[in-house]
């Protein structure tokens, strides 16, 4: 019964492929995010999703493209991987619409380009 | 470019208190403190929020200024299951937004 739960959580491939992380939330909530942690372990921000509209870091390449089937799920597209997309992803859920909500974390994919 | 201001490490004994110390000077009326932690690159975990009064849970307790300029994350007794780092957080209540910073680094030792 994890709240926020991410697949896979580990994931190697190598460079110019295409992959995909999926990620589900049961807590009912109407936002979700991707967060990348690099190796020197920050945490940005890449997309939120609420309500069919997408908030994009404009920092974000392009071949990052995340895909909302339902508001349960947001899973991340990645094309054409490069060495520099090696990193931790974290899928993240709030309810926006209740007042200063927090964001629930899953415990992340590492992903490794070679 | 976070707002907040926290120093990178801190130690701890095990069973004491640790005091966890933010700055975050230019924090507008509408915004509120959060604190996570993260554990050996698990997910960040959520701790605790507040906007200007002092708040208690089960994990922790937060103490913010009354000029809301600063504010403490307080582990009654911390473990070494505390061993974390912790991140300091200040986002508009209607922002999807949560931008982490670089965090405080807490060693509990026994």
């Known amino acids: 019964d994890t709240a926020v739960s991410q697949t896979p959580k580990y994931l190697v491939t190598q460079m110019g492929n295409d992959k995909s992380i999926k990620c589900e939330q049961n807590?009912?909530?109407?936002?979700m995010y991707w967060y990348k942690q690099d190796s020197k372990k920050f945490l940005k921000i890449m997309f939120s999703?609420?309500?069919?509209?997408?908030?994009i870091n404009e920092t974000v390449p392009n071949r990052f493209s995340p895909k909302s089937p339902d508001k349960a799920h947001l899973n991340l597209h990645i094309n054409s991987l490069e060495l520099g997309d090696s990193a931790v992803y974290f899928c993240?859920?709030?309810?926006?619409?209740?007042?200063?909500?927090?964001?629930?974390f899953g415990n992340g994919t590492r992903l490794t380009v070679t | 470019d976070a707002k907040t201001t926290q120093p990178p490490s801190m130690d701890c004994a095990e069973g004491r208190a640790a005091n966890l110390p933010c700055n975050h000077s230019?924090?507008?009326?509408?915004?509120?403190v959060y604190w996570y932690r993260q554990i050996h690159s698990q997910g960040p975990q959520y701790i605790i929020h507040?906007?200007?009064n002092n708040k208690t849970n089960e994990m922790a307790s937060l103490i913010i200024t009354e000029d809301r300029k600063s504010s403490t994350l307080i582990l009654p007794h911390a473990t070494l299951r505390d061993t974390a780092v912790y991140y300091c957080i200040v986002r508009p209540y209607n922002n999807n937004d949560m931008r982490f910073g670089a965090g405080t680094r807490l060693t509990v030792k026994p």
């Open positions: 999703y609420n309500n069919k509209e997408l908030i």
């Open positions: 993240a859920s709030s309810q926006v619409s209740v007042r200063s909500s927090p964001l629930h």
């Open positions: 230019t924090i507008s009326g509408n915004e509120y």
């Open positions: 807590l009912g909530h109407d936002t």
């Open positions: 507040g906007l200007k």
